[in-house]
Structures are given as C-alpha cells and as structure tokens.
C-alpha cells in the first residue's frame, strides 16, 4: 500500500509564489522500492488532468510541462520521501487541484533515465490552488 499526502495549498496572488509538498509512504514502497518516478499532475474545473512536472529517484533529473517550465521547480529528498513542488510567478491559468503521483519506474524511464509527466498508478487527494487577485 502507498500513500502520499499533499500540502501546501492555498490562495495566491498572480506573481507570487507558493510551494506544496508531498510525503510518499508505505511499507514496501520505502524500504524496497528505489527506481521510481514522482511528480505532480493538477486538474482545474472542466478540464482534463495535466501532468506538471516529475524527477526520476535515481539521478533527480527533471521533466516539466511547458506550461510551468521556469516557473515551477520539483525537487526530491529522498531520506524524507518527500517531493517538493516549488511554484513561482504563478498565474491564474495555475488554478487547480494540483495531486502528487508515483510509480516504480518502468523499463523505458530506467533506459532513458528520466521520467515523462503524467498521472501515474498511485496519487493523492490533492490540495487546492488558488490563483487570483
């Protein structure tokens, strides 16, 4: 069983800053499991889910949507299983549920070393983020 667990939502304004964190958890998943991709994906009103950003657990290399790119920053503490998702200059087309999303890493992320964005087989129940003057 894996659980993850958002926080750090909430309003902001257009041009701020706010930063969400995710604790993954889970027997097997801490102790066993060390190839894996964790990311965020977020969801706005009537709209389709979006994946927003990931990093893969074995070299933190980072893959972002291009909506966020230099915006948005994941990061990894890997002792703490817990990911970060650092967002900046944000804007009101940000507003969303935003989830945090895991998986074990499958073959062709362990080939290219890296991770695509995207909803993966496990996720939270996400946390609001506002964005509005």
């Known amino acids: 069983q894996v659980q993850l667990v958002e926080s750090g939502g909430g309003s902001v304004q257009p041009g701020g800053s706010l930063r969400l964190s995710c604790e993954v958890s889970?027997?097997?998943?801490?102790?066993?499991?060390?190839?894996?991709?964790v990311g965020w994906f977020r969801q706005a009103p009537g709209k389709e889910r979006e994946g927003v950003a990931t990093?893969?657990?074995?070299?933190?290399?980072?893959t972002y949507a291009d909506s966020v790119k230099g915006r948005f920053t994941i990061s990894l503490d890997r002792p703490k299983n817990t990911v970060y998702l650092q967002m900046n200059n944000v804007k009101p087309e940000d507003t969303a549920v935003y989830y945090c999303t895991a998986q074990r890493a499958r073959q062709e992320d362990r080939q290219e070393r890296s991770c695509p964005v995207g909803v993966y087989n496990y996720y939270g129940q996400g946390t609001q983020v506002t964005v509005s003057a």
């Open positions: 889970g027997y097997s998943w801490t102790r066993y499991v060390t190839r894996y991709c």
């Open positions: 990093i893969y657990s074995m070299n933190s290399v980072t």
